[in-house]
């Protein structure tokens, strides 16, 4: 009987996906213990926009969220997203960024690092890869999931490859924008399984409605581990629903591991807390439905919504179908990038800006001539030639790593912001979020000179 195991989400990406990652550890803090016993592959909850959202809106150290998750949880595998040398955000950090920030990670409490690049640039993983081997924890490697011409299985299964060579543990599908269909997963798993010896994961989103039968098909490929969400903050742009795959794949006769009485415990707390998002109104019901308007366009959904107001706001929604027309005419002209962050809006807006001008790149975003420049990494595929002449002229594109042009930062940083920054990790947040975090510790020194006061009147 062969075994898939899960990763829970809800703590991170189904936190993102439904309610903008504004749940505060207070909303989790008393189902932990229970959750520790469910029996989950790992659990992932933290990188990405959690990390900014603990400082930015709910006034909690993230680092600290990590360690108190750590504590309540010492049985279970934590699980953090990183874009590699990108960390949490959309810029390349020098190496010694990357690193300190893998080390602490994983001194924090965490055990899988996930990493990834928008471009599939192994050179943008290397890095974060080999910290996180040599800091003991697993390495994950996730491809950034898409079609195209040049994206082929041959390929997807050579990067894979080229993955294991660099000694990650694991390789992850990333179908950030759930599009993956059914027969896509099972070709690309069974091509991966081919070519490489490593446990496959897949994540993928409900947004279309395909991902039970993705993530179905994806097992009888081989997949071992799937991304699912507990059921109350399932579907719509969330995960699937961790009881109900666990539910069909035993009854196909597939070991699985989970514990359903203590899911039904971590269900129903969550399902408390998901009604208080509903009332209070920060569950949004528009994220729960269906939207299938992706596959035909072939874009992501919050790309197409985020082109829908842009449109609007600039009084030209009836050019709509003109710049849907010129996204992947674009989006072939830079190689075919993944259309995840940042290059689905660089993509979105340089297509909107070709069609409102009434010139293709009359107008060339900042971002789109870095791009060009190669200081994103290397295109999937060929970049149009004559856009690439027209921003650099006789320049030639970088061909090595951008990080490699980038000065140490680390210690630098540590030195300017003084006693502003309380530990190594304070000087992280910093310099990820540079405002928010100066804001955070400026609120946070407020708190504790209040605390401070009221226990010395206290004492008195
Ligand atoms: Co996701």
């Not at 990108?86 to 690092?113: M, Q, T």
């Not at 969550?270 to 035909?296: C, H, I, R, S």
């Not at 995840?340 to 809006?345: D, E, F």
Request: glycine share 6%; hydrophobic share 40%; proline share 4%.
């Amino acid at each position: 009987m062969r075994k898939v195991q899960f990763t829970e989400t809800v703590l991170r990406d189904a936190n993102q996906s439904l309610i903008a990652t504004r749940m505060p550890y207070a909303a989790f803090e008393p189902i932990l213990e229970t959750m520790d016993k469910a029996g989950f592959y790992s659990v992932e909850c933290w990188g990405g926009a959690t990390f900014d959202s603990c400082m930015r809106y709910l006034n909690e150290d993230p680092w600290e969220r990590l360690r108190n998750i750590k504590a309540k949880m010492p049985n279970t595998k934590l699980q953090m997203l990183l874009r590699g040398q990108n960390l949490l955000g959309y810029k390349h950090y020098p190496d010694d960024v990357v690193r300190k920030f893998v080390e602490r990670s994983v001194a924090n409490g965490i055990d899988i690092i996930r990493i990834f690049d928008a471009l599939n640039d192994i050179r943008n993983i290397e890095v974060a890869v080999d910290e996180t081997l040599k800091n003991g924890a697993i390495a994950s490697a996730a491809i950034s999931y898409t079609t195209s011409p040049v994206h082929t299985l041959e390929k997807y299964a050579e990067l894979c490859a080229e993955m294991k060579e660099m000694g990650v543990q694991s390789i992850c599908i990333k179908d950030m924008a759930g599009v993956m269909s059914p027969k896509e997963s099972y070709d690309l798993v069974s091509a991966i399984k081919d070519k490489v010896d490593l446990p496959v994961i897949l994540h993928t989103h409900c947004t279309t409605g395909l991902a039970f039968m993705t993530c179905l098909k994806a097992v009888e490929a081989g997949c071992d581990v799937l991304d699912t969400a507990i059921s109350t903050f399932s579907g719509g742009t969330s995960q699937p629903a961790t009881e109900t795959l666990a539910y069909a794949l035993r009854q196909l006769g597939y070991e699985v591991e989970l514990d359903d009485a203590v899911l039904k415990q971590v269900n129903d707390h969550f399902k408390k807390y998901w009604e208080k998002t509903l009332a209070d109104g920060l569950m949004d019901p528009k994220v729960m439905k269906t939207d299938t308007q992706a596959l035909n366009y072939k874009i992501p959904g919050g790309m197409l919504s985020n082109l829908i107001s842009q449109l609007k706001a600039q009084n030209a929604i009836e050019k709509l179908d003109e710049v849907l027309l010129e996204t992947p005419r674009v989006r072939e002209d830079l190689g075919y990038p993944p259309l995840v962050t940042p290059m689905s809006q660089m993509v979105g807006v340089q297509a909107a800006t070709n069609v409102l001008l009434g010139e293709r790149y009359k107008s060339i975003g900042k971002e789109v001539k870095a791009y060009l420049r190669g200081e994103y990494g290397r295109a999937p595929g060929p970049i149009n030639e004559e856009l690439q002449k027209k921003v650099l002229g006789d320049d030639k594109p970088l061909e090595g790593r951008y990080a490699d042009t980038l000065e140490p930062l680390f210690e630098k940083t540590k030195a300017e912001l003084g006693a502003k920054a309380r530990s190594d990790e304070d000087v992280l947040s910093y310099i990820s979020f540079p405002q928010v975090a100066e804001k955070f510790f400026e609120e946070r020194d407020k708190v504790d000179s209040r605390t401070l006061r009221y226990t010395i009147e206290r004492i008195d």
